[in-house]
């Protein structure tokens, strides 16, 4: 057990944050102390002291933790000591600073000590948000609604998905529509528009023809919109929830972006992670929505799967491409709490790491290739080898919700169960989280206060 003490602070998730990224969960502790000089300390074997003359910031203590620890441990991460979900934040702060994408660079690796890989990564996500992203205002607002029901659940899966029964379908539908009425009520009220409407989950394709038109309807109704006019997303995730029906109810409302995610192509991994779907129902998904003429087609994989090697990242990218997906996010393995494979492994997402390297590099060099730019990215607590998710896509098909939701400079109204709201305050720059309830079973019990904590959004 390693101890860490950092002197002159009161919170250490920031230290611990960064620790994690070098120790399994039992193997170290960060302790806040406050002692005047802290270098003679008397301390047991494996203990460390951090600020011990109180002279320096976050960022020197966070680089002193980074460079101690790579020598220890022999690890150095490549997003050096940036642990947040947006590591394209400071980034973009810094630019907005100095408008200067090389001083932006310097920054990344004098300050954060970032990679020279994650640098440029960064730096071609800048470019092209630069170039292709109006800026965010705040007269503009998303939303996001969750359909928290899935055919099966995933091994690695955490997010209080259920097993998509019709009872419990019928029984979440009419407490989401109330909802979505009153939150439109509130909205029309306001003068703000929306900007985007993203349907995920779970996997709203869950849903039959009726109930996926009763929604749509409702969502159009109850904020006076039109989901052709404005950019809108289905995530139709499983293969086995894809069919004519339900492509017909998302095609009548003009919808243009849908979201066909089979994580791997090979039909062992898929077995193993709990799938109840093959390589070749993701294809014939495909052709099914092909018919359909949707604009773009994302589809997610996961680098890191149990069982999984470079090659079999690479056959799943050359598959994608060449069924004719347009917006690829490739997404490192997060072990959750609360994933069977957590349960099961709780030490996986630290192994492999030189293997879930390769993945990520040649998925890279695959997608380069293939004429797609990197657009957006994010990270997760306990991805393997402290690595990120980044969003892929043919130029000009990028997903706005997804570039907004990592900006975290707009509202987004959160609709539904495990829906996290956000409000934006712009003379602040601050955003206020409105979470609904993650258990759609809670959440149906306590709709009325979920209901009242909605006008957050308008006060």
């Given amino acids: ?7 002159g602070i009161h919170n250490e998730h920031h230290y611990s944050e960064l620790a994690r990224e070098f120790f399994a969960d039992n193997e170290y ?13 008397a301390l047991g074997h494996n203990s460390l002291v951090f600020n011990a003359d109180l002279k320096q ?31 394209l934040k400071p980034a973009m702060n810094l630019y907005l600073a100095v408008s200067d994408l090389n001083e932006v660079d310097k920054g990344l690796s004098d300050i954060y000590i970032v990679s020279d890989s994650k640098r440029k ?10 170039e292709n992203v109006p800026v965010a205002d705040d007269n503009n607002w998303s939303i996001y609604t969750s359909i928290p029901f899935c055919p099966s659940i995933c091994s690695y899966c955490s997010f209080g998905s259920e097993l998509a029964r019709v009872k419990s379908i019928l029984r979440y539908l009419p407490k989401l529509q109330r909802e979505i009425s009153e939150c439109g009520r509130l909205f029309k009220k306001s003068s703000k528009s929306i900007e985007s409407v993203y349907f995920g989950g779970g996997t709203p394709t869950s849903l039959n023809f009726s109930e996926l038109v009763a929604l749509f309807d409702s969502i159009e109704q109850s ?13 139709a995730g499983r293969p086995d929830t894809i069919d004519k029906d339900r492509l017909n109810a998302i095609k009548k409302y003009g919808v243009r972006r849908i979201s066909i995610n089979p994580q791997s192509m090979n039909d062992e991994t898929l077995r193993k992670i709990g799938r109840s779907h093959s390589s070749n129902d993701i294809r014939n998904a495909f052709k099914l929505a092909h018919d359909y003429e949707f604009e773009v087609i994302n589809s997610d994989v996961i680098v890191g799967l149990p069982g999984e090697t470079t090659n079999d990242i690479a056959s799943t990218i050359q598959k994608l491409i060449d069924i004719g997906a347009n917006n690829i996010t490739v997404h490192t393995l997060s072990v959750k709490r609360g994933s069977k494979l957590k349960q099961e492994n709780p030490d996986y997402y630290l192994r492999g790491v030189k293997e879930v390297e390769m993945m990520l590099d040649t998925a ?5 290739g293939a004429g797609f730019v990197p657009y957006y990215v994010y990270r997760q607590k306990h991805q393997m080898g402290a690595f990120e998710n980044t969003g892929w896509c043919i130029p000009g098909l990028h997903s706005l919700y997804n570039i907004r939701i990592m900006e975290e400079m ?38 009325d206060n979920i209901i009242a904590r909605k006008h957050k959004y308008f006060d």
């Fill in 1 to 7: 057990m390693y101890r860490l003490y950092v002197n």
């Fill in 29 to 41: 502790e960060v302790i806040p102390i406050n002692i005047e000089n802290a270098d003679g300390l």
């Fill in 57 to 87: 910031d976050r960022d020197q203590i966070k680089r002193d933790i980074f460079k101690r620890l790579s020598i220890i441990t022999g690890k150095t991460p490549e997003w050096g000591t940036l642990t947040g979900v947006k590591p």
């Fill in 121 to 130: 990564l960064i730096d071609e996500i800048l470019r092209y948000q630069i």
């Fill in 223 to 235: 904020f006076d919109i039109k989901l052709r006019d404005i950019e809108t997303t289905v995530e």
């Fill in 364 to 368: 890279s060099r695959m997608l380069h």
């Fill in 410 to 447: 707009q509202t987004i109204i959160g609709l539904g169960a495990g829906a996290i709201g956000k409000r934006y305050f712009p003379s602040e720059n601050r955003l206020e989280r409105i979470p609904n309830i993650n258990d759609y079973r809670m959440y149906v019990e306590r709709i």
